[in-house]
């Protein structure tokens, strides 16, 4: 009984000549260890310091000076799209939970070790979980939001299985409370119009306070936070005012100086998400319909002064992809990043965002995030120094190791580990 124990508990894996960037903002370590034991982080700082026990199994992993830092967390993806250039992300279901599937793989294998889901499809992408959770597949850690809660309109035709129609605070109330019955991690609610919705009016308010309000408060009765997808400054003040905790978008938020300081007083977090237009602005856009590139370019500018202001007022910016739009396709999620930077965040700044900020975010910073004692060994190992350009952290050439709960859940095809230390079906850097 005893051998059995000792079988089953995961030997110690050092992570050796790394330069470690540990998420938390530090200035990076050269020459660093970072220890894990059964999936957690017990050292991590310069060689020299390290003293590992003399009884104990170590599996050395040298990684010759490459660059370790935690896995990057995408606080706004949605799985159920592939980028597809209508925006149609519609198939049969049996589809649609192996697209899901395969889109959260593409995140893991691009270094995403955790990504936020804020839109899904009929459900399906619990039943994914579910079985990446069981151990059937090896798939990224994910927080659910279910069903984008809207009032009436058009976009809830155009993306049947997304939306959940609510009107009214009595249905709003009905319909976070069954999205807690599925299982969501977070209530997401579309505050104002959507830019990917061709008659949707972003600058417009579309829940009222009363609905925004008693969303949040049925949320917190479970512990839940609230997501809400909004862009103009109307629904952002009332969506602020109500409690939400992470404003998406936020594309006009630069014409309201009184909810920017609101925002940076309560903490409530950006999450500006230039992808979607910085993708179809520089994408083959012959296949995009005219109204998603003409407003993605009109909207574009407006998107990145709000950064700048947030910025500049202290609000807490957290990194969202929206991958799944078109031609932001999941796996080059790392994009945002740089477009974060180009906007006017500092290197690192942007690298925070997207790693201990964003699971500040998620409220999932007490176990992720860093590369800390005490912390998930969620690990992301980049040939190169991604501070020096962060479009590296999508470059698929420079991604070498991917580890998930101190499992390698992704590595380059080159590269052999042992055994002991693969996820049950390691996948291949940028696949
Ligand atoms: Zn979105």
Redesign the pocket.
Known sequence: MFLRILQDMDALIAFQNITLIDGAGREPVANATVAVRDGKIIYAGKAKKWQPSHNEDIINLDYGGKYLLPGLIDC???LSGSGEPDSQFKVDDGSMALKILSNARKNLAAGITTVRD??GWNELEFAVRRWIQRGEFTGPRMMLAGR?ISITESGADYYEGMYRVADGVEQVLKAVREQIKNGVDLIKLGVTGAV?VEDGVPGATHFNFDEVRVAVEEAAKFGKRVAA?AHGIDGIRKAVQAGVHTI??GTFLHQGPDVIEEMARRGVFLVP?LS?GMAVINGDRSKVPAWIVDKLIETQDAAKESLRRALEAGVPIAM?S?A??PLNYHGENGQEVHWMNEAGMKPMDALVSSTSRAAKALGWDSRLGTIEEGKTADILILDENPLEDLRRLTDKKLIRAVFLDGKLAARHPTDSYPKAILAKDCLQVGM
Request: net charge negative; no cysteine.
């Open positions: 706004h993806v949605h804020l839109g984008f990917l997808h998406e978008h998400t979607p969202g929206d799944g739009t």
